[in-house]
């Protein structure tokens, strides 16, 4: 699949705007207070997807209207989410610039696709949420049933993932998926929508230069005139001031650059990483071997492959030593976890193949 860019513009790309559109005055309250801004494309929820019925579930219809007056008094290009052929009808009949399909919607492959028909035959930029899942193929999969629909003017917003329990964020950013994402579909713009993965605004700059860093095309953030009396998504809202503050505040580093000392220094440095990335593979090597000899006194004397208490205390000592070495505690579970995993795989396949031989010695 071959994109073409939703936004003709020189990168990061800006989406801002309220959660929600409440009433004519706070729309028109929040658009006036980002035309001037860094801002290129003006959001506001017309029908808002709610975890729990009663909530407050969009104005529907007459929030078009809104949009319409922002488009003529501020001259900005606005967007909402639809998610069903209706709404894209609606959107459709009132001019509106960029639809956006939800993380509610994107988990459906039943209402993509009816979004996906409403649209064939029109050139409307689409902009897709990721799934409140985490699962890559169906984002894919999302925006290939509009690509197939005909449609070229498409792009990527990563909005994080559902988890239970808790954590700093409301929806888990698991951010190699959004690099995958850019790695597979170079010419795909990919954003990030740094207020539904905070859920509260007192994280959010730092979440958008993380944004900014990993080279995302651009942010969407939610932006309000009086954000803690937003109908929705109060906690993460934050007025246009605000937003511009912390737009200012950002830096923009670039992926490159011809400076010959810059790239004589980072060639050394890869030189040496490559070096010891061989050499850490070279040891994983020779510890499997160990492990597999291991596993061939383990099965003589009949003894199970996984060992709780020594992996107990190995999990302890290797915590201890990456405390010492400033190695995140995260880091070294889930190389500790990888390595265990594999040994107990290597294990097996012993085990299982001595199993396979004496059985057909004795048949
Ligand atoms: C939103 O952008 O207001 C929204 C409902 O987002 P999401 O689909 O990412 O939850
Ligand atoms: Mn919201």
């Known amino acids: 699949m071959h994109f073409q860019p939703v936004f003709d513009t020189k990168r990061p790309i800006h989406i801002a705007g309220p959660c929600s559109a409440e009433t004519e005055e706070q729309v028109l309250a929040a658009a006036h207070g980002l035309k001037d801004q860094q801002v290129n494309l003006f959001r506001a929820g017309i029908w808002k997807p709610r975890t729990r019925p009663g909530a407050f579930e969009g104005v529907g219809v007459p929030g078009l ?25 609606q959107c459709l009949k009132h001019g509106i610039d960029v639809f ?15 979004i996906a028909e409403a649209l064939r035959g029109t050139d409307v930029p689409v902009l897709v949420k990721n799934p409140v899942n985490p699962d890559y193929k169906l984002w894919v999969g999302a925006l290939e049933r509009l ?32 690099i995958d994402l850019m790695q597979e579909f170079p010419d795909l713009e990919v954003l990030c929508d740094i207020s539904h993965i905070c859920g509260r605004r007192d994280i959010l700059a730092e979440t958008a230069q993380k944004a900014y860093d990993l080279n995302f095309d651009g942010l969407m953030v939610e932006v309000h005139p009086t954000p803690d009396e937003a109908w929705s998504d109060a906690s993460q809202q934050v007025t246009p001031e605000q937003y511009s503050k912390m737009i200012k505040g950002l830096v923009r ?8 000392d810059f790239l004589a220094y980072m060639e050394n440095c890869r030189i040496e990483i490559d070096a010891i990335d061989e050499e850490i593979i070279h040891l994983i090597a020779q510890r499997m071997q160990l492990v597999k000899e291991i596993g061939v006194i383990k099965r003589d004397k009949n003894v199970t492959v996984l060992q709780p208490e020594r992996f107990r205390a190995l999990r302890e000592e290797l915590l201890r030593r990456g405390e010492k070495n400033e190695l995140s505690k995260e880091f070294i579970s889930l190389f500790l976890e990888a390595i265990h995993q594999e040994s107990i795989n290597q294990q097996e396949q012993v085990i299982n193949a001595s199993l396979k031989k004496r059985k057909l010695t004795k048949d």
């Open 65 to 89: 209207k809104w949009l319409q007056r922002v488009q003529r008094e501020t001259g900005l290009a606005v967007t909402t989410e639809v998610a069903y052929a209706q709404h894209v009808e």
């Open 147 to 178: 690509y197939k629909a005909g449609l070229r003017r498409v792009a990527a917003i990563h909005r994080g993932f559902s988890s239970y329990g808790d954590s700093k964020y409301r929806n888990l950013p698991r951010w190699q998926m959004a």
């Open 100 to 114: 956006w399909i939800g993380a509610r919607s994107t988990v459906n492959p039943f209402s993509v696709q009816e």
């Open 253 to 260: 580093r670039v992926v490159t650059t011809d400076d010959p």
